[in-house]
């Protein structure tokens, strides 16, 4: 008899993180992977998956051991219309599928946004109280809170990965985002030591970046608790992308949230 591979869903697989997630964990030949999104993909190997429809999420989660969970709508897309149905509505129907199926351990996509209005320079422990500066920061602060409570109550695993930039360029394209930038290859390193992490090690908020100079966030406990050692600096290969002629970008603003905490006027 074969070994029992380990089982991974990948929702969001179409996208700019979800793609790079899927080409990486793929190229290690280690998981069975079901890779999803809204529109099938066959060339791709992605299978169609609306993240509002529950029935659809129960019948693909069977049988799976983890699930990245990538998908979202962005705010700009009608926020009560579609951005809170896919993203509130759609991470909890995939709990909930989780907690019938007995998937061990969701993954989730988080962002710096949720701890956005922290002002830069200012250390922070991931464990500080969520500044969210937007409504995606304050949705993504909630799903953090969803997985909170099905470990809790329901004995899942729940890791969030605060990404804090991610081009899936080579690069960095900005001052701020030199900061906080993740590249591919540390990207699919870090979900990797997600999902092999121990067992015993049930909730865990961490923030998503690669081991940049003059890091918003202190990573350095991550080698220790899941074995995460980052490969690039952001603010070398930003440094080496000006000298090639790349526009030199400074978006950094008082706060760490970047553009996303500009404050609106009463009325506006």
């Known amino acids: 008899m074969g070994t029992i591979r380990h089982k991974v869903l990948i929702t969001g697989a179409a996208g700019v993180i979800g793609r790079s997630l899927l080409t990486g964990l793929r190229a290690l030949e280690k998981y069975d992977i079901v890779a999803a999104d809204l529109q099938q993909d066959d060339e791709a190997g992605i299978v169609e ?3 509002t429809d529950a029935e659809r999420i129960k019948e693909l989660t069977q049988g799976v051991d983890t699930i990245l969970h990538i998908a979202w709508a962005k705010d700009e897309e ?4 579609k951005a809170l149905p896919i993203n509130v509505t759609g991470a909890y129907h995939l709990y909930e599928a989780a907690r019938l199926n007995g998937v061990k351990r969701i993954i989730f996509a988080s962002s710096n946004h949720a701890t956005g209005f922290y ?3 200012e ?3 991931v464990d500080d109280p969520y500044r969210p500066d937007s409504f995606y920061g304050l949705s993504k ?3 953090e809170l969803l997985g909170r409570y099905y470990v809790d109550k329901h004995g899942l695993s729940s890791f969030n990965i605060r990404i804090g930039n991610f081009s899936g360029d080579t690069h960095p394209h ?3 985002s030199a900061h906080i930038w993740i590249s591919p290859r540390d990207m699919v390193q870090l979900a990797h030591c997600c999902i092999e992490a121990d067992a015993n090690l049930t909730y865990l908020n961490l923030y998503g970046t690669s081991a940049n100079t003059d890091n918003y966030y202190d990573i350095g406990y991550l080698k220790e608790k899941i074995g995460y050692i980052p490969l690039d600096d952001a603010a070398d290969l930003w440094e080496e992308a000006k000298r090639h002629g790349a526009p030199d970008k400074q ?5 760490q949230g970047g553009g996303y905490t ?3 006027q009463k009325g506006t």
Do not use: M, Q
Not at 78 to 81: N, R, T
Not at 251 to 255: H, I, L, M, R, S
């Open 174 to 176: 900005s001052e701020r």
């Open 78 to 81: 009608d926020f009560l219309g």
């Open 262 to 264: 500009a404050k609106e």
């Open 123 to 125: 250390d922070i422990e």
């Open 119 to 121: 002002k830069t320079g």
């Open 49 to 51: 998956l609306d993240v």
């Open 251 to 255: 978006d950094e603003t008082a706060y």
């Open 141 to 143: 602060c909630y799903i």
